[in-house]
């Protein structure tokens, strides 16, 4: 049985959290095809899906020869996420996966959570666990990773770990990570 490795070489598994699960939402799961490694791209195709042999071959054929892999692991995402929960769900991640990370805009679900006028983004953030702790939400401060994205989907980083909520907004932490902070 050939073994599963993530981007660093580790096993995929349970164990150490790197892998695709059933629980997983739809958009989850396309999202984390879509963050491998490119070279997992055929043993994927091979092991995840239906897709016939002439075809991954075919697959073989397009990464040899130039084809943007992103590409082929849009349709792999595709074609595991349609295997596990439907078509339907698969076509609405893709969607979604786009919006997000071609186009720049924001995924819908993002969670939400109440806030006063004055709480400060950190303990906001860090409360709904979308930091694990204050000292990985100055780190992603320090290195510009929060932002508070605007209407039209620009984004304007955090420069501050003091910062303070002035309005409802979202906010972009790291590169996957969303939340609506809602004034109440």
Do not use: C
């Not at 981007?7 to 095809?33: H, L, Q, R, Y």
């Not at 805009?105 to 709480?119: C, F, K, M, N």
């Not at 780190?139 to 309005?167: C, F, M």
């Amino acid at each position: 049985m050939k073994i599963i490795a993530d981007n660093e070489g580790v096993k995929m598994g349970k164990t150490t959290g790197n892998m695709v699960a059933f629980t997983d939402s739809p958009t989850d799961m396309f999202g984390k095809i879509m963050s491998m490694d490119d070279t997992f791209i055929l043993l994927g195709f091979e092991l995840f899906t239906l897709v016939p042999d002439d075809e991954i071959a075919e697959v073989a054929t397009q990464l040899a020869t130039g084809v943007n892999p992103r590409d082929l692991k849009l349709r792999l995402a595709q074609d595991v996420v349609a295997l596990l929960v439907g078509e339907e769900a698969a076509e609405e991640a893709l969607v979604d996966w786009q919006n997000t990370f071609q186009k720049g805009g924001t995924p819908e679900g993002i969670p939400t959570v109440s806030a006063t006028l004055g709480d400060t983004l950190i303990d906001v953030v860090v409360l709904a666990e979308i930091a694990p702790s204050r000292a990985e939400f100055r780190r992603l401060i320090s290195q510009g990773a929060i932002k508070i994205v605007r209407e039209g989907g620009e984004s304007e980083p955090i420069l501050t770990a003091d910062a303070k909520i002035n309005a409802s907004a979202i906010y972009k932490i790291g590169k996957h990570r969303f939340l609506h902070i809602k004034i109440v």
